[in-house]
């Protein structure tokens, strides 16, 4: 049987598999979910194996452990490093899921769970790629390395100890990712942008304690007005960004780059329903597609204190806290960015209150250079994969392994994305087309096999 | 044996029953505690019966029970209505406590647990003085009336519906209150103004669903950053509130009164070291006296929105929750302002979020006329109680039921209290200075004594 023809016969097959996997909740960020995760682990490793991968292994690290297998049975012919992550982001809040985040449901020709877009829907349409060559073939046309962490939603913590004590193991021509979305459905695209992200916490303390805000209201510093205060003066009113310094590594986009970029066939309408805001609000002076791609953000995640509950609670808290990320391009710099946005909040602190400012991570911005052949091999099979026309596009979202393979390795990153940007990554309700998910197995199948002729 | 002398004997029996009614966790704003709700009413009402009190009933509202019992042997006497509340505030953050929040605990003169200040100890007092005084005088020297509710801290929902069903019942010569706090330790306090207070809790919606920040980061609108900014501009720089027409109706206070409030025996460094925050924060041109009793506030009483656990998550919430308060002074008036505090809210509400505004609760501020000779009764009894020098004050926080009872009756009200500013009423480690509870039980037997000469 054909490549083709006996993927299309693996179906029903494919898709209960891929059930199993997220039905597992591998939370990383949760302490609580250590069990899953180690499940999810041996999950991968035992489908690794069937694919036949060999020397398939469960490394551990200080946090989640890592899936490592490898197949080098095409002397001469070129190596990949395939990259993909099987821990997903906490399904909170629960109550807003149609179905139960991990229990897999299809609806509408779109698979729901926690996971199918963002990561382990895409992992396994790369390892059912591989199985699929192996099988029609008799062996694998290229020297292919597997890589699956379990640490990404938390910042790939320890994945970069591991690349830097496998350096040499590691060693191939290309490395291929899929973590990202198509452009929009029916449009089989390639990624070769991504932002940069830095995320911090503030924790901001008034009184040594929480006061009644009757007898104390009117002459005590309130963390949360102030908090507000502060936060108000990190934009101005065009929507830039209120810290100094903050845009003056940013590069200039050409021309060229940005009159492809806002021609790609994209519907601002469906953007806007997929939103579903009264009305949009980005920097002015930039159109949307500029404002997600090549522009930098910064964003509030997350803000909390005082009384949360049912009814009324007349108090003044000591503390309250908020996560904040920036979103960052090329070529602004991580570390320096912090600095300036630590900097510009404690210059905005009055003087009533303490801060802690923490930073969870940080992350730089990626750009492709799109021109090496390999990217040719991957929109022909995109496009036969897919029977569709593919297209180069950018991201808003970061991938922070991408960007330290790309700058350690110095080969070519290819980030092919079957997930569409409606699909709820980290949101209620995450899905993946199927339609994408089928398709993405064939164009895998399809470059991989292309790639023992580059 | 004499009227104090009795009560001295007395001390540890008293004590001892103080902490039952306090392992009674009768949180009155979380429906889970509607079993210790019921058990606190049963507990409140047989005490009162033990003290001597005929016709105690727990009479059921549409919340919370209310407990009556009154004792009208004294013909020609006059009669007092006592009014009083067992529910507590939620004891929330449970690990902030240094014992557990419903154990009762002695620790250097104080007694620690949830209510003990607020008001349980203080309706203590009031019981066991009359206890005292039946049993040493053989019967009551004036008619009692007794009214202790169960939703105080709610916002006394159902009080009022009771009081005029039965307004022909509960008609007194006087209201007693202790609900309140003395000036400072060693100063007994009769309390002549409280504020009111309004509570509001606001909801706003942007994206119709959490968003991933990198994939929709700068082109939405993030209701997080949009609240902070409405919030940001609901003060001025000297601290006054910026809602239109907020100050209008502000009575003006006397010269004569101010100098009387802000030459009280009061020490800002202790009350700098019980908020414990680097710095005050309060409306310029006033002093701290003043900013806490006869100025309004605007307090922002909690927040939410987006991702509150551990580490990161990067997303855009769809919704962001704060709950803020206003307390008022005479004269201003709850329904209009109200209606001020909504209006500035939807003129500062882009047009890219949705807003739900709503009035949880309004309340009158109050002020008494205390030239009344029963002040004078007042005064002389916690004087002898306490064997100190007793003084008027006013205080920040707000008796709904205080108001309405004299906006209706038309009969003095009488607010004893025997709390302290820094006993942590409506935050954790709440506590009740043992001399004030004892000193409490005899100034207050001594004061109803007297009363029969009014």
Known sequence: MDLIGYIESKREEHLNELKELLRIPSVSTKSEHKPDIERAAQWIAEKLRAAGMDNVEIMPTK???LVYGE?????GKPTVLFY????VQPAEPLDLWTSPAFEPTVRDGNLYARGTADDKGQVHIHIKALAALRKTAGKLPINVKVMIEGEEEVGSVNLWEFVKANRERLKADALIVSDTAMLTKGVPSITYGLRGLNYYQIELTGPAQDLHSGVFGGAVPNPITILAEMIAKLHDR????AVPGFYDDVATVSRQELKALNSLPWK?????RTVGAPALNGEKGFTIREQLWVRPTL?????WGGYLGEGAKTVIASKVHAKISTRLVPNQEPAKIARQVERQIRKLLPKSVHCKFEVLSMGKPWVAPYTHPIFQKAIHSLETGFGKRAVFIREGGSIPFVTQMHDTFKVPCVLLGFGLPDENAHAPDEHLALENYFGGIKAIALFYEQLATL
């Not at 197949?71 to 002397?75: E, H, I, N, R, V």
């Not at 601002?268 to 806007?272: A, G, L, M, Q």
């Not at 964003?299 to 803000?303: A, C, D, F, K, T």
């Open 63 to 65: 946090l989640h452990p």
């Open 71 to 75: 197949s080098l049975q095409a002397p």
């Open 84 to 87: 993909g992550h099987y821990d």
């Open 238 to 241: 065009n929507f830039r960004i």
């Open 268 to 272: 601002e309408k469906e953007f806007r």
């Open 299 to 303: 964003e509030l995640n997350g803000i």
